[in-house]
C-alpha cells in the first residue's frame, strides 16, 4: 500500500485524477458515498500553481461521510440528513485542507456511526477489502476499505466504541483513536459526546502520526478538546507491556489470539517485556457502553426534527406529526434501537438502575485501567473477538452485533488512546489487528511503539 | 429479566418522536427486550460509594467572553438548508 511520501513528487492533479480512477475501478466494494472530484480538482490545480503549499500539499484523502465537508452533501448515510450541503467544514477538515490535503470523496458508514459492520447505512453496507462476502467493520468502514484499497493513502473516520480500530483490524490497515478531546469535533454529526473522538486510516504508524499531528490541537468551537499536547516522537525506550488475559478466552477466535500472541513475541523481541494482566471489570464493560452511549444518542439525535434542515416526511398536517413521521422514516431501525433505548434509560424511575449504575461502573473500569498503568507503560490485545464476519450475519440480532465491539468500547469508556495494528492474516486470507492502548495523551508514544514494530 | 411490552414500546416511542409503523414495533420490542436483558447483568456489580463518571478528562466549565462574533455562514444559507420556507423564515405545520 502507498504511503504519503509516495505522492509527494507527483503534480496534484496526477495524484486526484489517479484516486478519483481507482475510486471508480472499485465501486464493487461500495466505500464511497460520493465523490467531491470538481473542488479536489480545483485544489489540485492550486497545489500545482503553488497557491496551496504545506506538509500534506496534493496528498488525497476521504472523510467519513459524519465530517461536514464541501464539494458533495453530507449525509451520515441516513435519509435523516437528505439534501444537507454543509454550510462550513468540520475543523479537522480545515486543518488538513491548510497543508494542501486534498479531499476526493465521502465514505459510507452505518448511519449515524450506529454499527460496526456498515451494513446500517441507508445506502447499503460496504464490502470488505479481502473478500466480498464479509463486512468492511464499521461503522468507518468505507474509509478504511478506502484505505486498504489504496484510493487513498489516509481517511478519517470517527471512534465512538470501536468505529476506527474495528474496521482497521478488519481490512489491514491502522487505526488511531485518540485520547478523548486531541481533535476538534466541531462540523462533525455527534453520537455520544462523551465518547466521540476523531481519528485516521492510514497504511503505516509514521503517515498516521503526521494526518494526528495535524488535526489535534485545542479549538475553541469544542470546548472539550484538550490544550494542545501531541507530540511526534521517535525515541521508545524498552517498554513494560501487560497483555489483557480477559481478551484472551476460549471465546476469542483462534487465530486472533495467535496473532496477538504472535505480536507479544515480536515486542520481546524487539527488547519490550510483555506480562499477562487481569482486569476483572471488563466482562461488564459492553453493557456499561450499551447504557451510556444510547443515552447520549437519545439526546444528540433530538435535534433531527424535520424542521431546519434534513428529511421532513410529507404530507403531515401537525408538528407532532411532523416530527414523528420524519424521524420514524428518515432514521434507520438502529438509530431507533438505540435512541429508544436512551430514553428508556434516562426515564424517571429507571435513571438510577442503569444510567447512574453505569457511569458508577465507569469510575471502576478508568480506576482499574490507572492502577495497571501505574507499572505498564501499554496494553495489548486483540481489537475484535473474530476477524471480519459474512454479510448478514448479525443483522437479524443487535446483541450479537454488539459483541463484536467488546474489545473496543473499554478504552472509549475511559478516553484513553488506543491504535489497531495490523497483526497478520487468518489462513483464508483475512486480516487481523492488535490493539495497542496507552494512558490519556500518550498517543504519540503508542505511533512510535507501532512504527517501531513495522517490518519486524 | 425486563419484559418491554407493546405499550412500553409506544411510550418509548413517543418520549422519542417516533411514529412507529405497525409493523416496527412488534420487532422493536423484541429487540428492546433483548438489548436491556444484555445490560441488565450490570445491577450484579457493587457500586455503592462509587461517585459517577461523566467526563473523562477532567475538564470542567471552560470560559469565554461573551461577545458577538461573526459567523462564516450566512442566515441565507441556513434558511436553504430548511426543507420548507417562506417569507426569509422556516415553515412548518400550524401549531395551534
Known amino acids: ?456 | 429479566m425486563t419484559q418491554i411490552s407493546r405499550d412500553d414500546v409506544l411510550h418509548l416511542a413517543q418520549l422519542s418522536s417516533l411514529q412507529l409503523t405497525d409493523d416496527e414495533i412488534n420487532s422493536l420490542q423484541q429487540d428492546i427486550t433483548n438489548i436491556l436483558g444484555y445490560v441488565e447483568q450490570l445491577s450484579e456489580l457493587d457500586t455503592a460509594g462509587v461517585e459517577p463518571t461523566y467526563q473523562v478528562t477532567g475538564l470542567t466549565n471552560i470560559w469565554r467572553d461573551d461577545v458577538v462574533d461573526q459567523s462564516d455562514v450566512t442566515r441565507e444559507q441556513l434558511l436553504a438548508l430548511a426543507p420548507e420556507q417562506q417569507d426569509n423564515s422556516v415553515k412548518v405545520p400550524k401549531v395551534l
Do not use: W
Open chain 1, 1 to 456: 500500500m502507498a504511503r504519503i511520501s509516495d505522492y509527494r513528487d507527483n503534480s496534484a492533479r496526477k495524484n486526484v485524477e489517479r484516486a478519483l480512477a481507482a475510486a471508480h475501478e472499485n465501486e464493487i466494494y461500495h466505500a464511497l458515498l460520493s465523490l467531491t472530484k470538481e473542488r479536489a480538482l480545483e485544489r489540485a490545480d492550486a497545489v500545482d500553481r503553488g497557491e496551496i503549499t504545506g506538509r500534506l500539499a496534493g496528498v488525497p484523502f476521504v472523510v467519513k461521510d459524519n465530517f461536514l465537508a464541501f464539494g458533495a452533501p453530507t449525509t451520515a448515510a441516513g435519509r435523516m440528513l437528505e439534501g444537507f450541503d454543509a454550510p462550513l467544514q468540520a475543523t479537522a477538515v480545515e486543518k488538513l485542507e491548510a497543508e494542501g490535503a486534498i479531499c476526493i470523496g465521502k465514505a459510507n458508514l452505518d448511519a449515524f456511526a450506529h454499527g460496526g459492520s456498515t451494513e446500517n447505512s441507508a445506502f447499503g453496507p460496504t464490502k470488505n477489502a479481502y473478500d466480498l462476502q464479509r463486512v468492511a467493520g464499521g461503522s468507518s468502514g468505507g474509509s478504511a476499505v478506502a484505505t486498504a484499497l489504496d484510493i487513498v493513502p489516509f481517511a478519517l473516520g470517527t471512534d465512538t466504541g470501536g468505529s476506527i480500530r474495528q474496521p482497521a483490524s478488519f481490512n489491514g490497515v491502522i487505526g488511531v483513536k485518540p485520547t478523548y478531546g486531541t481533535v476538534s469535533r466541531y462540523g462533525v454529526v455527534a453520537m455520544a459526546s462523551s465518547t466521540d473522538t476523531i481519528g485516521t486510516f492510514a497504511t503505516n504508524a509514521e503517515d498516521a502520526a503526521l494526518v494526528m499531528d495535524i488535526m489535534a490541537g485545542r479549538d475553541v468551537r469544542d470546548m472539550t478538546t484538550l490544550p494542545d499536547f501531541f507530540t511526534p516522537t521517535v525515541d521508545i525506550k524498552s517498554q513494560k507491556i501487560g497483555i489483557i488475559k480477559e481478551y484472551m478466552s476460549d471465546d476469542v477466535d483462534i487465530e486472533v489470539r495467535e496473532s496477538t500472541l504472535a505480536y507479544a513475541d515480536k515486542l520481546r523481541a524487539a527488547g519490550h517485556t510483555v506480562e499477562e494482566v487481569s482486569m476483572p471489570i471488563l466482562r461488564y464493560a459492553l453493557a456499561m457502553y450499551y447504557i451510556i452511549v444510547p443515552a447520549e444518542i437519545s439526546s444528540n439525535l433530538a435535534r433531527y426534527d424535520g424542521i431546519r434542515y434534513g428529511y421532513r416526511a410529507e404530507g403531515v398536517k401537525t408538528l407532532a406529526e411532523l416530527y414523528g413521521r420524519s424521524r420514524d422514516e428518515g432514521f434507520t431501525t438502529e438509530n431507533k434501537r438505540r435512541i429508544m433505548i436512551g430514553s428508556y434509560v434516562l426515564s424517571s424511575g429507571f435513571f438510577d438502575a442503569y444510567y447512574q449504575q453505569a457511569q458508577r461502573a465507569r469510575t471502576i473500569l478508568i480506576d482499574e485501567y490507572n492502577r495497571l498503568f501505574e507499572t505498564y507503560d501499554v496494553l495489548i490485545g486483540p481489537v475484535a473477538p473474530t476477524p471480519a464476519f459474512k454479510l448478514d450475519e448479525h443483522a437479524a440480532d443487535p446483541v450479537s452485533m454488539y459483541l463484536a465491539d467488546i474489545m473496543t468500547v473499554p478504552p472509549s469508556l475511559a478516553g484513553l488512546p488506543a491504535l489497531s495494528v495490523p497483526a497478520g492474516m487468518t489462513g483464508e486470507g483475512l486480516p487481523i489487528g492488535v490493539q495497542l492502548i496507552g494512558q490519556q495523551k500518550t498517543d504519540a508514544h503508542l505511533l512510535a511503539l507501532a512504527a517501531q514494530m513495522e517490518g519486524r
